[in-house]
């Protein structure tokens, strides 16, 4: 099977397909999950000379990594206030500064390999579509004092400059963050990791596993790996191989659409390189592509398979609710794909017994979380650093099964009725 249809897939450029595992393999490590969670782990793993195989069900950033909306910036999915009622104001801050340094690990991966059309654009625009902006100062100074993170306040005017919207009000500027193509870059880390000696099995789902002695074992319809270490990274398409790891895991479905070639008429609405999300907490996120010809936007979430044509419908009056200018602007095709969310709404990484490890969960902020997760991981398995202890407070807990799921929906609509509130209030 190859990839879906999406604007990246479209756009990929190599696309070799690697084989399936045959026969019994050795490793130091096995990894399960060919998205940028499992990849970066490799990556790390290899760069410290350990011999990895990783296992892809389908093909590598066949997943969320290799059809997300690109985005590239710090925070998790869990939100701050969140974060900081579980945790505290210390570790909270400490881990944002650690998905602070996974933008800035994926971008020097991005640079250092020099992965050819991976790096879209630079800088993100959070919008606001309410006159409202006194929290939004407050966080630029908060962000400069606690992190020595810049950010930049724009009125009205000022963001005049870069959208022709009566829809926003302000926006904060966050020069530091950037937006990829996500599948290039997950092939760019998936050649590297083979450069290093590793191996990448594609067409190769995990279906069998035996972790309990010294020895871990998985093995495929076609063959197994026998290895020290044994790291499970399937995200939202987590099956029952693990079932401690599935019953922790909800799969959210969310969505993309890819505008038609139409520069001058997305010019009229959009001249920044920029990526934008507006910052509802039901909110969508857009950005040019093609070096401005199309526009790719994003947004909604459900927690059954929805058709994507139904979702396009409810996007392009998001789209054109902003930019009355684009009602004529088609939609050329639309695509879905898949998160893993603990119900803590935090990324899960860490040890289920000896030698065996998650990383999984990243929700809808998996860019840069994935990147620094994959690092800290691979350093807790070399011994290196115990920084996945920051991690240990969002365990792997039940997320609910379908009343989970439900909770989920429900949750997703409130926000979205608070956020209408919020606009009229
Ligand atoms: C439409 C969309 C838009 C998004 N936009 C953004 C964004 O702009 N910015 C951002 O930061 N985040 C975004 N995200 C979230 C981000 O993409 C994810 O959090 C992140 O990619 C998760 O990475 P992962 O490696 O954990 O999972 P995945 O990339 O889903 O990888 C899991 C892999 O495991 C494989 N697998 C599963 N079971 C097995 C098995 N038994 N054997 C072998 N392989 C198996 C799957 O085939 C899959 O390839 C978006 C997500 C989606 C779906």
């Known amino acids: 099977m190859g990839y879906p249809d999406t604007y990246y897939s479209r756009t990929l450029g190599e696309r070799r397909e690697r084989a399936a595992l045959t026969g019994a393999e050795d490793a130091d490590a096995v990894i399960v999950g060919g998205g940028l969670a499992g990849l970066t782990t490799a990556l790390e793993l290899a760069r410290a000379g350990r011999r990895v195989i990783v296992l892809e069900a389908e093909r590598v950033g066949f997943g969320a990594s290799g059809r997300n909306g690109g985005i590239v910036s710090p925070a998790f999915s869990g939100g701050d206030e969140a974060i900081r009622a579980r945790v505290g104001d210390a570790d909270a801050r400490a881990l944002h500064r650690l998905s602070i340094e996974g933008v800035e690990r994926l971008r020097a991966t991005i640079t250092d390999l020099k992965i050819e059309g991976a790096m879209v654009g630079q800088g993100l625009l959070s919008l606001r579509r309410f006159d409202r902006a006194d929290d939004m100062k407050r966080h630029v100074e908060a962000f400069a004092r606690d992190f020595g993170y810049e950010l930049r306040y724009l009125d009205r005017s000022e963001l005049g400059a870069h959208l022709q919207s009566q829809r926003y009000f302000h926006a904060l500027s966050d020069p530091a963050s950037f937006h990829i193509h996500p599948l290039r870059t997950l092939r ?37 790996v026998t290895a020290r270490d044994a790291v499970f990274a399937t995200g939202g398409y987590t099956g029952s191989l693990v079932p401690r790891l599935r019953r922790a895991i909800l ?33 969508d996120y ?45 939609v050329e095709l639309a695509w879905s794909g898949t998160m893993g969310y603990a119900r803590h709404l935090m990324p899960q990484v860490g040890q289920m017994g000896p030698g065996v490890w998650h990383v999984t969960a990243f929700g809808g902020h998996g860019l840069n979380t994935t990147a620094i997760a994959g690092k800290v991981l691979a350093e807790a398995i070399l011994g290196e650093s115990d920084r996945i202890a920051m991690f240990r407070p969002f365990g792997l807990d039940w997320a609910g099964g379908l009343a989970g799921l439900m909770a989920a929906q429900l949750t997703y609509w409130k926000l979205q009725m608070q956020d209408r509130w919020r606009e009229r209030g």
């Open 188 to 224: 760019g880390i998936a050649a590297e990791i083979e450069r290093l000696g590793g191996r990448i099995c594609e067409q190769s789902p995990a279906t069998g596993q035996d972790t309990t002695g010294a020895a871990k074992v998985i093995t495929t319809a076609q063959g197994r």
């Open 251 to 283: 799969p959210i479905a969310t969505y993309l659409m890819m505008s038609e070639e139409a520069p001058d008429r997305l010019a009229g609405a959009i001249r920044t390189g920029a990526a934008m999300y507006d910052d509802r907490r039901a909110g």
């Open 286 to 330: 857009y950005r040019l592509v093609d070096g401005g010809r199309r526009l790719l936007w994003g947004g909604r979430i459900t927690t059954r398979a929805a058709s994507p044509a139904g979702i396009v419908r409810e996007l392009r009056r998001e789209m054109v609710g902003a930019y009355p200018q684009l009602a004529d602007l088609k």
